[in-house]
């Protein structure tokens, strides 16, 4: 019951999002009920849930941000995902896209840098009664080895190349989405793997922080 609490409110404007979601070219029903399903305004400091179901990035604390839902939106149905996928999270940030996902897929491993923030999250998917996913705190640019190979991994942060680390992680069929360029410009790459060739696609101009680590900045 108090998940089920935690869901309501907020319902009509949830709602008026997804309306604008599936305007903008979100056909995916899956993904516009994950939005439907997940709380955004649980995510997002107090000062600003009033205005967490805008399509707008909200401040998180920490040099962070959550992305606009826009955003999470197309990176979602960019990954074609099925229901079955091991996916991987580079920078867990709000744990918002880290809640769809795992409404999403089979399983969910999350990587933060920072652990505040890593912190707040766990307690929010405990109190939402999501148990598909697994935290760590850490280097994302480095993926996580040990849980590898993922079906699909997505990157939240800007990194000066793809990470070698992350293309060795992807499964044989597996997608790839992660903004590549400095911190003034970047370009949004959905990259897919066949063997051990990987095929580049440049969805759109990005702007994200940057991916800091070994091997981001």
Do not use: C
């Not at 707040?120 to 935290?135: S, T």
């Not at 849980?147 to 699909?152: L, Y």
């Not at 051990?196 to 900045?217: H, I, K």
Request: aromatic residues 6%; glycine residues 10%; proline residues 5%.
């Amino acid at each position: 019951m108090a998940a089920a609490g935690l869901r309501s409110a907020y319902r009509r404007s949830r709602r008026r999002l997804i309306e604008r979601l599936g305007g903008a070219g979100i056909e995916d029903l899956t993904v516009l009920h994950a939005f439907d399903s997940v709380p955004r305004h649980l995510f997002v400091p107090e000062a600003v849930q009033h205005r967490a179901y805008e399509d707008v990035a909200l401040p998180l604390g920490h040099g962070q941000t959550i992305s606009r839902p826009g955003v999470h939106a197309l990176h979602l149905q960019l990954a074609r995902l099925t229901g079955s996928e091991r996916v991987l999270e580079i920078g867990t940030g709000s744990g918002f896209q880290t809640a769809l996902l795992a409404s999403l897929v089979r399983e969910v491993y999350s990587i933060e840098v920072v652990p505040e923030l890593a912190t707040l999250v766990h307690d929010r998917l405990v109190a939402l009664g999501i148990d598909n996913v697994e935290l760590r705190i850490g280097d994302g640019s480095l993926g996580w080895e040990e849980r590898a190979p993922f079906d699909a991994i997505f990157v939240g942060a800007a990194a000066p190349a793809v990470p070698d680390s992350l293309r060795k992680q992807l499964a044989d069929g597996g997608r790839l989405l992660i903004p590549i360029g400095a911190e003034t410009g970047q370009r949004l790459l959905l990259i897919e793997r066949s063997g051990e060739s990987w095929q580049e696609n440049t969805v759109e101009s990005a702007r994200f922080v940057p991916l800091v680590g070994e091997e981001g900045w």
